[in-house]
């Protein structure tokens, strides 16, 4: 055949038709190796083809090919290029080496066809054989994508998120799962990937999105891992639709938001209250008390006595402002115990010293029995007296005749903590046992004949238990109608 | 022992009452002012012996009003008492911070307040 009839082929063949020295140099470059690789003739012509369209790690291999197809026809064996914008190939290649007519080797001519979408086709149709039924049992969208970046293998979940069928999408670039705007830098970080291969989670603490076929976006979490196979390495990617998750994550924010907001408007309300509700009881209280002095002038017994009713319901007001407030506070997180050891004998004695003068208008016998030895406990100082001061209050209020009386204990519990009892016991009229049940609750008030002088908030004692529970203690009652009642405090003691 | 004692306090009520506990009680002489900064002018026209004042009040509060008037070389001596009607702790601290020589918690106790305002005007003299 003439050299001319050669040419005609090689200018009309689509398949890249190179000729190379036995060093790789390019001695001739057809057309389809233009359209190929992306290099024109003159770009190709005497440069090395290993320099020029052999990936980095298929070298040596080619190496020895070319070597080798100097003394025997290396046929189509399939390997991977490099086209000039760096894409990556599947070529199907042959080679022989072509004698001149004195028998020495004239040059190596190469014949290489693109088959990359054959090679896709081929690794989809493996893949579904293998994995495709593992995989649409996973609750994740999974799309694998070989070296090309083409996808091989979709399961059912990622039919539904992308809305494509699993036809539409076995072939297609990945990148077509992505917002137009990620595209072109997806590529670059799909060869990254391919260049070393780990299980990672993609993009990380980035927020990234996947398109459907209909456009809409949607937010995903997407996690990569490559696989070996006897086909090259693939991508499997496991994409999850985010959007159910974001929305949980965007309602929580505001809910959030709004209990803080609400969370400070109880703040300000409670401070308001405060101030607000206590204002107008100064001038109440303070004008009853100067009359009650008579410093305008003289009274009669019954301005006195109506007066002195004034009074006592404004206190009464008043404690229940407090009581309130200080609740408020408590189930808003707002009251802040200082836990620190503390001798508990001072604050009883404190106590007993404030209440003193009540015992005595009632005639009542106030005693203690206290230990020689400090005798400490773990607890706030301002939330230990309130605690004390209400049960001796009660005690006080509920007992006609003979005696309040206050003791301690201490000891140790089965795991060698310490603990503490203050005891509370009076000679008063007890509390039968249905109303001891209720006895901690929010406005428990005793049904009692005679309960004039005993106004109370009904506070008092849910108050105290809820201050004692702050301490890490608890406060509890037995009592017997008609004979009295011990309300025992229990602490978290501390050993010398 | 009658001494020149300023109020101040925008709740008219309380107002009368102090007013009225401490001319009835101590025969002192009393100058009233409603918000902070007419007690502050009240102050420096009149340099009484004693300042009580609402915390919570228009104008300027009596967080302002005391640092004002603790930085007024003819004021400073003066002794001010704060009134609050404020129970949280955090308060209270905050009201001895500000410079505020002691404070009495709304309400007041009509028998005893007299007696523990001229505390101070002792203390205020030595």
Redesign the interface.
Known sequence: MSNDYYRLIAETTSDALVALSPDGEVLQWNQGAETTFGFSEAESLGRSIFELIVPAHLLAEERNTLLRACTEEVSAYESYRVRKDGALLYLNISMRAVHRDDGQLAFILTNKKDVTHLKTRRDTKFLEARYRDLLDSTPDAIVMVNIFGRIVLANGQAEQAFGWSRDELLGKAVESLLPERYRSLHVGHRSDFFTSPRTRSMGAGLELYGVRKNGDEFPVEISLSPLQTEEGILVMSAIRDITDRKRVELELHSKNKELERANNAKDSFLAVMSHELRTPLNAIIGFTGTLLMKLPGPLTAEQEKQLDTVQRSARHLLALINDLLDLAKISAGKISVELQTLDCRDTVLEVLNTLQPAADRKVLQLSSELPEQPLLVLADRRALHQIILNLMNNAIKFTEAGQVRITTASGCDETGAVWVEIRVQDSGIGISSEDQANLFSAFTRLNLTNNADKEGTGLGLHLSQQLAELLGGEIHCQSQPGVGSIFTLRLKGVSL | MSARILVIED?Q??L??MV??LQ??GAHQVFTATDGVAGLLMAKQQCPDLIISDV?MPNMDGYELVQRIKQEPALQHIPVLAVT?????EERQKILQAGFDGYFS??????SFVQETEKFLVKGKV
């Open positions: 709740n009520a309380n009368e009452l009225y506990l009835q009680l919570r009607a404020s129970v949280m702790p709304k309400p007041i106790e009509p028998e």
